[in-house]
């Protein structure tokens, strides 16, 4: 992908110069920075099509940076690069909005891995979010390739995620869906990980739907989750 920016964020001088040289020959454009105040500034003045932030850094963390692009902007990838490994720190890491987590150490081939399918999923594939359409789930207004949730005045910008789940628990309202069948078609796999974060995504769209009683995602037991619109 041509002209594609990222800000990548590490404190580790050794490892950022060889993942940034790594990057750029993958054809990325990579601006670096190695303290959070540098990021939160590079962050405020300019935009960029995906983050790589590590947790652990000089002056201000990653997760306040993470906080601060989603004020910015909720659509954009943000991927952590950490050695904090348990999994309160990825789930709260995926709770302020983060797309993924990995941990190092880490392959350079995983991680572009990881940024392709983002940035894929970032520029929304017409044929998978329904372009244009826009869906009606109990009284808000839905458009999945606009990532946009809508209830009255109040509008909602989606992450990538989070509108691939809506749409998909959309598709099938009403209906008892496992866990590994939206693991497989949200996330590619159904590994562990995954699965927490299945949970993570489907909390933060209850809170989001939470405003209109008759809409409820409901969690079958040892199942997975179903979709209910009353009325």
Not at 59 to 66: C, H, P, V
Not at 192 to 203: A, E, M, N, Q, T
């Amino acid at each position: 992908m041509k002209n594609v920016r990222i800000l990548y964020v590490e404190d580790d001088l050794t490892l950022s110069f060889v993942t940034r040289d790594n990057l750029e020959r993958a054809g990325y454009i990579i601006d670096s920075c190695d303290d959070g105040i540098k990021a939160y500034e590079r962050i405020a003045a300019g935009d960029y099509d995906l983050y790589i932030l590590d947790v652990m850094l000089p002056k201000i963390d990653g997760y306040t940076l993470a906080r601060k692009i989603r004020e910015k902007n909720e659509a954009v990838p943000i991927l952590f690069l950490s050695a904090k490994s348990t999994i309160d720190d990825k789930l709260y890491g995926l709770q302020l909005g983060a797309d993924d987590y990995i941990t190092k150490p880490f392959s350079i081939e995983e991680l572009i891995l990881k940024i392709e399918v983002f940035l894929k999923r970032s520029q929304v594939d017409p044929s998978r979010m329904q372009k244009g359409a826009i869906f009606r789930i109990g009284s808000f207004s839905f458009s999945a390739s606009e990532l946009k949730l809508t209830n009255g005045s109040t509008e909602t910008t989606l992450t990538h995620r989070e509108a691939e789940l809506l749409l998909y628990l959309h598709t099938h309202v009403g209906s008892i869906l496992k866990r590994d069948d939206i693991l497989n078609h949200v996330w590619g796999n159904d590994h562990f990980f995954s699965s927490r974060s299945l949970d993570v995504f489907i909390s933060r769209l209850r809170k989001l739907l939470k405003p209109d009683p008759a809409v409820k995602i409901e969690n079958i037991h040892n199942i997975g989750y179903r979709l209910v619109v009353n009325g």
